[in-house]
């Protein structure tokens, strides 16, 4: 995604979203691993909240911008490693109460 970026100054890819669009679509392969990297991607936001919910995670909104800005690379891990410090949080008050 750099790479792209530096060299034709569609910066990640937001900067001419027709030509994304349009490379993205440009056969049946990458139109198929693009649909389901988006299928993949709402799964994942819909999963994102409801565990935020559960767990009484704030700031769920944060996932979203990165989703759309960087992709799920990036953004799931993240999303993981709080979630993980949510649920130790919440064992540690099962355990002192």
Do not use: C, H, K
Not at 41 to 56: D, H, K
Request: net charge neutral; hydrophobic share 55%.
């Amino acid at each position: 995604m750099l790479s792209e970026s530096i060299e034709t100054g569609n910066i990640l890819f937001w900067t001419q979203p027709d030509r994304t669009t349009a490379e993205l679509l440009a056969n049946r392969t990458s139109t198929a691993f693009a649909l389901d990297l988006f299928a993949v991607v709402l799964v994942a936001a819909i999963w994102m909240t409801v565990e935020s919910r559960r767990l009484s995670m704030r700031g769920v909104w944060m996932y979203y911008v990165l989703l759309a800005l960087f992709g799920l690379g990036g953004t799931l891990p993240l999303f993981l490693w709080r979630r993980e410090r949510a649920l130790a949080a919440t064992d540690e008050g099962l355990v002192r109460a």
